[in-house]
């Protein structure tokens, strides 16, 4: 799967809309920081710096988890490891059921791409076994019926930041590269979007600022999705 050069300039030309997940449709980010933190206090590990938990949040696990370990601690590393995943599990539920919410914008904004048969696609580094969390989220708000396409980290070959996801998610929904748009709110996302080819699109409303997206040359950055109705 090779990516292409897009050529797009104008959103006239698009035909399909893919979307991140965490900080772009569901308003996860704040929670995510609040839960490793807690998490980290109670197995003993130094506080996780916000990189930290973008790598963790971007696909990758509990190999970010271990490089946090300090030297003094290694040889605890399989019982830290463990106690990571159990506190994770048990505080992420509640966190899914009571706190994190779909983003305002959402719903206006699937109505539109709906009424122009604009196809939507999520790509996320979310694993196939926790997604169910995510999607109960944007069901409740009736958004799931809107959805052609979701690919999570298990779908492509390489994770983000490698186009191969977003190239997964065009081909199965049939649209060539050069007329979709991925939006999402982290430096990884844009450069994914920028390899595979499509409209990059940036939202400050999760885990990374306006200089952090700028760096990687979206299309547009965009306060939040909410703003993205009028640009169709």
């Known amino acids: ?26 308003d996860s980010v704040p929670v995510y920081l609040q839960l490793m933190e807690t998490i980290f206090k109670a197995i003993g590990l130094p506080p996780a710096p916000k990189q930290l938990v973008s790598e963790f949040m971007n696909g990758g696990g509990l ?21 990571f995943k159990i506190a994770g599990r048990n505080t992420s539920q509640t966190a899914f ?15 539109r791409l709906s009424a122009l048969a604009i196809p939507i696609g999520i790509v996320t580094s979310t694993e196939r076994a926790h997604i169910h969390r995510k999607l109960r989220l944007l069901e409740k708000d009736g958004l799931t019926q809107y959805l052609d396409a979701v690919i999570v980290i298990e779908d492509a070959p ?9 190239l997964v998610c065009s081909e199965r929904l049939g649209v060539n590269v050069e007329n979709c748009i991925y939006v999402g709110d982290s430096h990884v996302d844009i ?42």
């Open 63 to 83: 190999k970010v988890i271990e490089k946090h370990i300090p030297p003094e601690l290694q040889h605890h590393k399989e019982t830290i490891l463990k106690r």
């Open 191 to 232: 450069r994914a979007a920028n390899g595979a080819g499509m409209t990059a699109i940036g939202v400050l409303s999760g885990l990374d600022d306006h200089e952090t997206l700028m760096a990687e040359k979206p299309h547009m950055i965009l306060e939040n999705v909410n703003e993205l109705v009028k640009v169709f």
């Open 97 to 111: 059921k009571s706190r994190i919410k779909v983003f305002d914008g959402v719903q206006p904004l699937f109505l």
């Open 158 to 166: 390489r994770k983000k930041p490698a186009p191969d996801p977003l």
């Open 1 to 26: 799967m090779a990516p292409k050069t897009s050529s797009i300039h104008t959103i006239s030309d698009i035909r399909c809309a893919i979307f991140d997940l965490d900080g772009t449709l569901i």
